[in-house]
T-cell receptor
Framework: DVKVTQSSRYLVKRTGEKVFLECVQD?????MFWYRQDPGLGLRLIYF???????EKGDIPEGYSVSREKKERFSLILESASTNQTSMYLC???????????FGPGTRLLVL | QKEVEQDPGPLSVPEGAIVSLNCTYS??????FMWYRQYSRKGPELLMY????GNKEDGRFTAQVDKSSKYISLFIRDSQPSDSATYLC?????????FGAGTTVTVRA
């Protein structure tokens, strides 16, 4: 079974703090993704990566950056957290030729 | 206009009923269609995947795709309380998935 793990289930941060969200997958998948999920808006793609050290902007990259130094690990960074970044953050991975994505359990981030 | 439209519900049905969920889309480039199930406070899990028009069955679940009408459906037969979750449709054209907003379903015992 594909396993995607995320470093925290719940996080509370203050406005202006730098926030790191970590994601690790154990299936040697080439592609990794970061989404945020908000009520009524569904999942929106923030960034994705199709290889180590490669990254591509998704639909809502503003205020976020990412890092992929190793194939199994994809980090999402909020340089200066703001209250409108309070959300559920979901990491996903997929194999290169695969359409389906496998998701982690999510991190609920609250920015005060 | 959103690429993928999904009625957010909520939908409440008695145990044993048929649940019908729908999504419409506007992008003709979508070729792959998925349904994900998401339990409360969990990540989405893949339920069904199809790439052709027509029906695909998996146990109590049937996924239906009509590319000419840009319309997909998920049917759950003999629904159980354990089917209570949010169901997300997802579609892929080139490199990324586009998701519906999700429909929350409650199956009453």
């Amino acid at each position: 079974d594909v396993k995607v793990t995320q470093s925290s289930r719940y996080l509370v941060k203050r406005t202006g703090e730098k926030v790191f969200l970590e994601c690790v997958q154990d299936m040697d998948h080439e592609n990794m993704f970061w989404y945020r999920q908000d009520p009524g808006l569904g999942l929106r793609l923030i960034y994705f990566s199709y290889d180590v050290k490669m990254k591509e902007k998704g639909d809502i990259p503003e205020g976020y950056s990412v890092s992929r130094e190793k194939k199994e690990r994809f980090s999402l960074i909020l340089e200066s957290a703001s209250t409108n970044q309070t959300s559920m953050y979901l990491c996903a991975s997929s194999s290169g030729g695969q359409e389906t994505q496998y998701f982690g359990p999510g991190t609920r981030l609250l920015v005060l | 206009q959103k690429e993928v439209e999904q009625d957010p519900g909520p939908l409440s049905v008695p145990e044993g009923a048929i649940v019908s969920l729908n999504c419409t889309y506007s992008n003709s480039a979508f070729q792959y269609f998925m349904w994900y199930r998401q339990y409360s406070r969990k990540g989405p899990e893949l339920l069904m995947y199809t790439y052709s028009s027509g029906n695909k069955e998996d146990g109590r679940f049937t996924a239906q795709v009509d590319k000419s009408s840009k319309y997909i459906s998920l049917f759950i037969r003999d629904s159980q309380p354990s089917d209570s979750a949010t169901y997300l449709c997802a579609m892929k054209g080139d490199y990324k998935l586009s998701f519906g907003a999700g429909t929350t379903v409650t199956v009453r015992a």
